[in-house]
C-alpha cells in the first residue's frame, strides 16, 4: 500500500440499522476514512448485513451476544473492523476470544500495525468492584501483544475509560495501558468529551485510540467529531496517520526458529535506551 497518510474512524452506534449503515458510509466518504471500527452494533445474526450495507469496505465481524438463558431480546456488544476497498491492504487475522475483542495485523508500508478493536465492561466509578471480566479481557490483549508479529500497536474502542475519574476500575484500566507502554492519542490532541450521558448534560471521554509512541509521533490529528446529526450518544473519533513516516522494528530470527515479537512493553529502561541508539545508528 503506497499512501503518505491514511485515517481511522471508531464509532459506537449503539445497535446498527439501515439508516445508522447510511449515516456511517456518508460520514466515512466525506471525511476519507480508510478503516473503521465499531463497537456495540448489537446484531447477533450478522448474516449479509455488513458485506451489503458496507459495500465499500472488507468486513471483519464479531457477532453480539445473549446473556446466558436469554432467548430473545436486544443481544449486547458486537464489533466490526472495515477496510476500504480502495487500496489493496494485506491482512492477517489474529484469533480472538468472547465478543469484546478483535484484532488483524494491516501491513502498511514497510510495516504492520497490531490492530485491535475492543469493547470494555461498563466502569461502575466504585472503588471496589468485580474486574473479573476486565483482566480477562486485558489478559488476551496482552498475550496477542506478546505473540504475534509486527511493528507497531494501535488498539481503539469504546474502552469505557475515562483517565479523569478516581474509580478502581479507571485506576485498573490506566495501570495497564501504562504498564504495556501505550498511550492515548488524547494526550496529544485533548479532547472534552466522547460521549454524552442520558441526562444529555454529563459527558466522558470513553472511546480512545491507544497507541505505541512511536505511532503517535507520527499522527497528524484526532478529533471527537461533536455532530448534530450523529444517531448515537457517542461521538465518531478520527485520527490521520503519517504511516509513510512510521519506522520499522528490527527484527533478529534465530536460525531454524520463528523470531518472536520482542515484548517490548517488558523491557527496562536500559533495554529501551539501547534499542533507541539502535535506531539512531
Known amino acids: ?103 488483524q495485523i494491516l501491513k502498511l508500508q514497510k510495516v504492520s500495525i497490531l490492530w485491535i478493536n475492543s469493547y470494555s465492561p461498563t466502569d461502575p466509578q466504585t472503588v471496589n468492584y468485580d474486574d473479573t471480566e476486565l483482566l480477562e479481557l486485558f489478559t488476551e490483549v496482552e498475550k496477542i501483544m506478546d505473540s504475534e508479529e509486527y511493528d507497531h500497536v494501535l488498539w481503539n474502542g469504546d474502552i469505557n475509560w475515562d483517565p479523569r475519574r478516581h474509580s478502581g476500575f479507571a485506576r485498573t484500566v490506566s495501570n495497564f495501558v501504562e504498564r504495556v507502554g501505550l498511550v492515548s492519542a488524547w494526550e496529544k490532541f485533548p479532547v472534552s468529551h466522547t460521549h454524552v450521558h442520558t441526562d444529555l448534560k454529563s459527558t466522558s471521554i470513553l472511546d ?14 484526532a478529533e471527537a467529531a461533536d455532530l448534530g ?9 478520527i485520527i490521520k496517520v503519517r504511516v509513510g513516516e512510521l519506522p520499522a522494528r528490527p527484527r533478529v530470527k534465530a536460525e531454524g526458529k520463528k523470531a518472536r515479537r520482542p515484548a517490548w512493553y517488558k523491557a527496562d529502561e536500559a533495554m529501551k535506551e539501547a534499542f533507541k541508539l539502535d535506531c539512531q545508528a
Open 1 to 103: 500500500m503506497a499512501l503518505p497518510t491514511v485515517n481511522f474512524m471508531i464509532y459506537n452506534p449503539t445497535g446498527m440499522d439501515k439508516i445508522k449503515a447510511k449515516w456511517t458510509n456518508e460520514l466515512a466518504s466525506t471525511l476519507n476514512i480508510d478503516f473503521i471500527s465499531i463497537q456495540e452494533h448489537m446484531k447477533k445474526n450478522i448474516g449479509h448485513f455488513f458485506s451489503k450495507q458496507f459495500s465499500g469496505f472488507t468486513n471483519n465481524i464479531v457477532p453480539a451476544v445473549r446473556a446466558p438463558e436469554q432467548d430473545s431480546g436486544r443481544p449486547m456488544g458486537g464489533l466490526a473492523q472495515l477496510i476500504s476497498i480502495k487500496h489493496n491492504i494485506k491482512v492477517s487475522r489474529v484469533a480472538t476470544k468472547g465478543f469484546r475483542l478483535q484484532a
Open 229 to 237: 446529526d450523529n444517531l448515537s450518544r457517542h461521538s465518531p473519533c
Open 208 to 221: 480512545h485510540f491507544l497507541m505505541d509512541e512511536a505511532l503517535l509521533k507520527v499522527v497528524e490529528g
